[in-house]
Each structure stands twice: as structure tokens, then as C-alpha cells.
């Protein structure tokens, strides 16, 4: 993930992340927070709150909410 990227809370995110096993998933996570390892959110492809390693976040890119 490119590391000056800065996330906000309650930001819609769409991302392309590798699982420690190297599956690879496109998801859209809505960003609660983040620390410096790992960006925390609710992700709406596993219905459920999650944690991201920065690290394994392949890309990353705003989403746009529909009006």
C-alpha cells in the first residue's frame, strides 16, 4: 500500500487486499480507524467488522456514495 495514504473515519473505501494465504479479494470497507499496521473497518464483502494489515492492502482508492 503506498504508506503516505492516509484514511478517515467513516470513509467508503474500495480495495484490492492479499490474505496471508495470497488469495486475493476486492472489497468494499467502510474505515472506522487505524494505527499504524492496520486499518480498521466494516467490511461489506464478509458482513462484518474487520482488521487490515497495511502491509497486504495491494491498492486502495476512495468510493464514491451514491446520491
Do not use: H, W
Not at 494465504?21 to 480507524?33: A, I, Q
Amino acid at each position: 500500500m503506498l504508506t503516505n495514504q492516509k484514511v478517515k473515519a467513516d470513509q467508503l473505501v474500495e480495495m484490492i487486499y492479499q490474505s496471508k494465504t495470497g488469495e486475493l479479494t476486492k472489497r468494499v470497507v467502510k474505515v472506522y480507524g487505524s494505527n499504524k499496521t492496520k486499518i480498521f473497518g466494516y467490511c461489506y464483502l464478509r458482513k462484518n467488522y474487520r482488521s487490515f494489515k497495511k502491509e497486504q492492502i495491494l491498492a486502495m482508492i476512495p468510493k464514491k456514495r451514491r446520491a
